[in-house]
């Protein structure tokens, strides 16, 4: 099954910006068009939720937690899926994942820490 590889995450300070991506593997080629997307996060003692999701058209649905923040977007040509993060918040703090709708699979993660 595909491979999705997350990177980005970073230490940063409250109000801070961060973007995610979410790089496919490099096999995947045109497939990558109409996969859907999500992007969770679990913080230290919680449960994973989801954060949003990004179908093949480009719409996306975010969780009002951090609706009006955090935006998602595709770049069909780097097989990469980005989250966009601003105006970060101690609450924030998570491991960050994506994963594609479906799958059982889940990668590493990359952490985002936003400093009290």
């Known amino acids: 099954q595909v491979q999705l590889v997350e990177s980005g995450g970073d230490l940063v300070p409250p109000g801070g910006s961060l973007r995610l991506s979410c790089t496919a593997s490099?096999?995947?080629?045109?497939?990558?068009?109409?996969?859907?997307i999500g992007w969770y996060r679990q913080a230290p003692g919680k449960e994973r939720e989801l954060v949003g999701f990004?179908?093949?058209?480009?719409?996306?649905k975010i969780t009002d937690s951090v609706k009006g923040r955090f935006t998602i977007s595709r770049d069909n040509t780097k097989s990469t899926i980005y989250l966009q993060m601003n105006d970060l918040k101690p609450e924030d703090t998570a491991v960050y994942y994506c994963?594609?709708?479906?799958?059982?699979?889940w990668g590493q993660g990359t952490q985002v820490t936003v400093s009290e």
């Open positions: 994963k594609l709708r479906h799958s059982t699979v």
């Open positions: 490099a096999s995947i080629g045109e497939r990558f068009n109409a996969l859907t």
């Open positions: 990004i179908i093949p058209s480009g719409i996306t």
